[in-house]
Each structure stands twice: as C-alpha cells, then as structure tokens.
C-alpha cells in the first residue's frame, strides 16, 4: 500500500516544485506593475487590505480549528477546513497581487523600537510566505494520496509555520494601518 501510495504523491511533484517557484516569481514580478502608472485607467483598490488582512485572521482560525478538529479525530471536518485554509491563502494572494498593481505601497512611518518590530516581523512573514507554499502543498498531496504517516510528519512542521504567516500578516496590517492614505 505505501508503494502505492508513494507512486501517486510523485506523479505532483512537478507541479509542487513548478509552483513552489513560480508563484514567489510572479508575485514578486507583479509587485513592480502598477497599473496606473503604466497608463491604464483602474481605480486604485485601497479598500483591499483590511479585507485580505482579515482573511489572513481567517485562516489563522481555519488552522488552529482543523488542528482541534484532528486531534478529536474529526478527519472529514480536518480536511474541509484545511481546503477552505488553502482556498482562503489563494484568495489572500490574488487580493495582495490587486492591490500593490492598482495602488502605490505604503511606506512605514513609526520610528524607534516599532519600526525595527514592524521590519522584523514583515521580513520573517515574507521570507516565511515563500518556504511555506511547498510545505503545504506537499502535506496537501500527502493527505489527498493518503500517505497519511508522512502527511502528519511534515504537517508538524507545516502547521507553525503557515499559523505564523497566517497571524503575522495580521499583525503587519495592524501596525502599518495607520499610515494608508
């Protein structure tokens, strides 16, 4: 069974690996179009930060709930709010990718010991965001190919990572709020 098992994650991981690479790329491409200032006529989409902030929250809720939710051995709840979880990060990224191409970027405007905490944590969250798209995607493949033994060993190192990303990007929100125009 494990055989099987094993044969059906590889036939994924070609496409683990082409989007564990290509989405940081295309994020980090898009980060530099702005729209407007490439002529084209959108309005910007300043109303998308608190929205993408709060799913973030979400997220950080879906996880720690389908956390419980296994532990109680709730294994068809588990797998519906680890599907929303990564439906909700997708809809996360489409919202920031909006945002930064309709919107110019808001600089920082604390100082003293908040602006190293706010550099801080951006920096971690960003760095984070990157390692964590092939973690969940190989622990999502794992448990849709039913490697359930290897699913729960990586998912303990997925599970904090995706929760910190998840929650600091929450927290970047709340500190540079303040200074949207």
């Not at 709060?54 to 809720?61: F, K, R």
């Not at 060993?153 to 970047?172: D, H, M």
Request: charged share 15%.
């Amino acid at each position: 069974m494990e055989t099987i098992n094993r044969t059906a994650e590889k036939k994924y991981n070609k496409w683990i690996v082409l989007l564990s690479i290509a989405i940081p790329l295309i994020v980090a491409a898009l980060f530099g179009v702005n729209l407007r200032d490439m002529g084209f006529d959108v309005e910007p989409l300043t109303f998308l930060p608190p929205i993408y902030a709060t799913i973030n929250g979400l997220t950080a809720v879906l996880l720690i709930s389908a956390f419980v939710a296994i532990r109680k051995k709730n294994i068809a709840l588990h797998k519906t709010l680890m599907t929303t979880a990564i439906g909700c990060s997708v809809l996360f990224l489409l919202m920031y990718i909006a945002y930064h191409m309709t919107s110019d970027s808001t600089p920082y405007g604390g100082d003293g010991i908040m602006r190293y905490i706010y550099f801080s944590i951006l920096i971690s969250h960003i760095l984070l965001s990157i390692i964590i798209i092939p973690f969940v995607l190989i622990t999502y493949v794992r448990a849709i190919t039913n490697n359930i033994e290897r699913h729960k060993k990586i998912a303990r190192i997925t599970f904090p990572i995706w929760l910190y990303v998840a929650v600091s990007g929450v927290i970047i929100y709340i500190l540079i709020s303040p200074y949207y125009v």
